[in-house]
């Protein structure tokens, strides 16, 4: 049962270039989500998807992209990679959108750009 | 609209001893609330969860929270730490429906423990 699962945990960056954050679940969530946690601060939400072909924009989505064509599947493009972007990303995904379903979380991805 | 606020950003306490963590809310609608942890280099991991039913809920790893709508708060609370105990808890609130982009989530309070 390995539930949410991203890749990579680390990652350095220069400025200007992308990359893609990988976010798998095992669970058939339909909903999935992708957020920062930024030092002493809770966690915005960036986009998030509701099924396979449908994504929508969060709180803080500049600077990012994301597309999801299977169910399991919800990868973080980022293009031209700015020090802005240096933060901890989370991906979740829950059964539904619905307020009172709890979302499951990856162990994130610690992403610095220098 | 909703917002939460945790009411303090660090809290220590000793192993053995009774833990407090305070979080209030604000919300237009029936609120949703929920207490996350998150240990070193992990996800957020669900504590427990409020969503209209008995106002005191318990949850994982002997952790408690109580919801009273008069002082809108939602406090953790647990009898007895233990070390493990020691983490960052986020609280959470949502209006309870609609979708995704109503979460809002607390700035975190960091619980040390010592022994």
């Known amino acids: 049962n390995a539930g949410v699962t991203q890749t990579p945990k680390f990652r350095i960056l220069k400025i200007g270039q992308s990359m893609t954050l990988q976010c798998t679940q095992d669970m058939n969530h339909n909903y999935m989500y992708w957020y920062r946690q930024d030092p002493g601060m809770g966690l915005k939400l960036i986009y998030y998807?509701?099924?396979?072909?449908?994504?929508d924009k969060g709180e803080v989505p500049n600077g990012y992209n994301v597309s999801r064509s299977t169910t399991e599947d919800f990868p973080l493009r980022l293009e031209l990679a700015a020090p802005s972007q240096t933060s901890v990303y989370f991906c979740?995904?829950?059964?539904?959108?619905?307020?009172?379903?709890?979302?499951?979380f990856g162990d994130g991805t610690r992403l610095s750009i220098l | 609209a909703q917002s939460v606020t945790q009411l303090d950003s660090h809290v220590s306490v000793s192993e053995g001893t009774p833990v407090l963590l305070r979080c209030n809310y604000s919300?237009?609608?029936?609120?949703?609330l929920f207490w996350y942890v998150q240990h070193p280099n992990k996800g957020l991991q669900l504590l427990l969860k409020?969503?209209?039913?008995?106002?005191l809920v318990k949850g994982i790893n002997g952790f408690e929270a109580e919801f009273k709508k008069s002082e809108t708060s939602f406090h953790l609370t647990k009898p007895s730490a233990h070390m493990s105990d020691a983490a960052e808890y986020f609280c959470?609130?949502?209006?309870?429906?609609?979708?995704?982009?109503?979460?809002?989530f607390g700035s975190g309070t960091q619980l040390t423990v010592l022994p």
């Open positions: 979740a995904s829950s059964y539904s959108g619905g307020g009172n379903q709890p979302q499951h």
């Open positions: 998807s509701v099924g396979a072909g449908i994504t």
């Open positions: 919300s237009s609608y029936s609120p949703s």
């Open positions: 959470v609130v949502t209006s309870g429906e609609g979708s995704a982009r109503q979460l809002t």
């Open positions: 409020y969503t209209s039913a008995a106002t």
